[in-house]
């Protein structure tokens, strides 16, 4: 349906008002600076508008403007900041980023050491589902690992074992949890130490117990970040790095703990599954489809054990 001519009127305004705040918060920030302190290292805790909350080094939170020539940061980036009051500062600087995280092209986090696939007993995992996930995260080059919760739930581990066994051979850890009896928790935690991580997976598989357990006090740190950004209920929807009490970092989005799966060509699709990478290219003819043509590489990497039987079925169901 096309637009009347006085809703088209209303999307330019709220647009050029947008534009107009953006440019004065920056135009501010460069006057600021005339007075500004010392610059220093911080970390971005949340974005909110035109607007960032950094934690310093020494950890006070600021909230902070950026200067016109940088862009705008996001949750986990390093920034370069000065000082110019009590609560306030401006960023002056975004050091370089070693990957982003992003959900239909905007921007979304940074830095990002690892992401956690969280499915469960119930909803039962599928296994299409998880290779979609993790399709996309080896095309974004973000390292991704697995986490099986709700283990209580099963009356036979042995086979829930069995069934991720695929995933451990193809190169991914798996760590089979249950939040509720606190199963494999400390181990868990352990290996969060020193990084920073993002959890996704469907609704329901226990993300937010989960993040519950590891942020035992997170209520108390969403209240102080809400007072610091002065963002109140907001802040629950926006995306924030928490730190974990036993060691690292947490990014929480509820924008992406689903995250959309992107439309993914059949070369990205490809190579998204990485045990298959070794094979790419060493087929006899150079557009194998790796369906029914004679000497492909990757059908003898399975007859041989080198792939597993049901990776290469969901590979054909996303390319299908």
């Not at 066994?165 to 020193?194: C, H, P, R």
Request: hydrophobic share 35%; net charge neutral; aromatic share 6%.
């Amino acid at each position: 349906m096309s637009l009347t001519r006085r809703q088209k009127w209303r999307i330019e305004k709220i647009q050029a008002e947008r534009i107009a705040r953006a440019q004065k918060a920056s135009s501010n920030s460069e006057t600021s600076l005339d007075n500004a302190g010392e610059e220093q290292t911080g970390l971005v805790i949340t974005r909110y508008g035109q607007r960032l909350l950094v934690e310093s080094e020494s950890g006070d939170l600021y909230q902070c403007t950026g200067r016109q020539n940088i862009e705008l940061s996001v949750a986990g980036d390093q920034v370069i900041f000065q000082k110019i009051s009590n609560n306030e500062g401006v960023v002056t600087a975004l050091l370089e980023r070693e990957n982003t995280l992003k959900r239909s092209q905007k921007l979304i986090a940074s830095n990002v050491d690892e992401l956690w696939l969280l499915v469960a007993i119930e909803p039962h995992y599928q296994f299409e589902l998880i290779d979609r996930y993790l399709v996309v995260a080896e095309n974004a080059n973000l390292p991704i690992n697995i986490v099986v919760n709700k283990i209580e739930l099963s009356d036979n581990i042995q086979q829930v074992e069995n069934d991720f066994s695929i995933y451990e051979s193809a190169g991914y850890s798996v760590i089979y949890l249950s939040v509720k009896n606190k199963t494999n928790i400390k181990q868990f935690k352990n290996s969060l130490n020193d990084k920073t991580h993002i959890f996704l997976g469907q609704s329901g598989v226990g993300k937010s117990s989960l993040i519950n357990e590891l942020i035992p006090d997170l209520n108390l740190r969403v209240n102080e970040i809400s007072i610091k950004s002065k963002l109140g209920k907001h802040t629950t929807t926006n995306t924030t790095l928490y730190h974990i009490p036993s060691g690292g970092d947490l990014i929480d989005s509820p924008g992406i703990r689903e995250f959309q799966l992107d439309n993914l060509t059949n070369k990205e699709i490809l190579s998204g599954f990485k045990e298959f990478k070794p094979f790419i290219g060493q087929c006899k003819f150079r557009n194998c489809a790796h369906i029914n043509e004679p000497n492909c590489a990757i059908k003898q990497a399975i007859e041989s054990g080198k792939i597993h039987q049901k990776r290469y079925e969901n590979y054909l169901n996303l390319i299908g």
